[in-house]
């Protein structure tokens, strides 16, 4: 069992960054490729982007590719997402996830276990 607790969302104006943080609990993180999703009102979760469990891998949307940055600390059980340079079209509540796999990660990313999400909101 995982249990992942999201924190760092909050209101920026477009052009802006937020640092998203993943909390996860138990001694097996290192095990588990890390990702992230986002939900949209009125919309489908989509995928954003995935770290392997050593994070050597990673895989990104194209929708966010070159402005978020993922990344883990295997050390403190926590995953990071860097988004710079957000636009109002980032506006969603930010899901992680883990999934208990050592392959790489890729778009067909699925989670095992879920936190309850964080809201991002992108003014413009």
């Known amino acids: 069992q995982v249990q992942l607790v999201e924190s760092g969302g909050g209101l920026v104006q477009a052009g802006g960054s937020l640092r998203l943080s993943c909390a996860a609990s138990?001694?097996?993180?290192?095990?588990?490729?890390m990702g992230w999703f986002r939900q949209a009102p009125g919309k489908e979760r989509e995928f954003v982007v995935a770290?392997?469990?050593?994070?050597?891998?990673?895989y990104y949307a194209d929708s966010v590719k070159g402005r978020f940055t993922i990344s883990r600390d295997n050390t403190k059980n926590t995953v990071y997402l860097q988004m710079n340079s957000l636009k109002p079209e980032d506006t969603a509540v930010y899901y992680c996830?883990?999934?208990?796999?050592?392959?790489?990660?890729?778009?067909?990313?699925?989670?095992?276990?879920w936190g309850q999400g964080t809201q991002v909101t992108v003014s413009s």
């Open positions: 996830a883990a999934a208990y796999t050592r392959r790489s990660v890729s778009a067909t990313f699925v989670g095992d276990y």
């Open positions: 138990g001694r097996t993180f290192s095990s588990y490729a």
């Open positions: 770290i392997s469990w050593g994070g050597g891998s990673t």
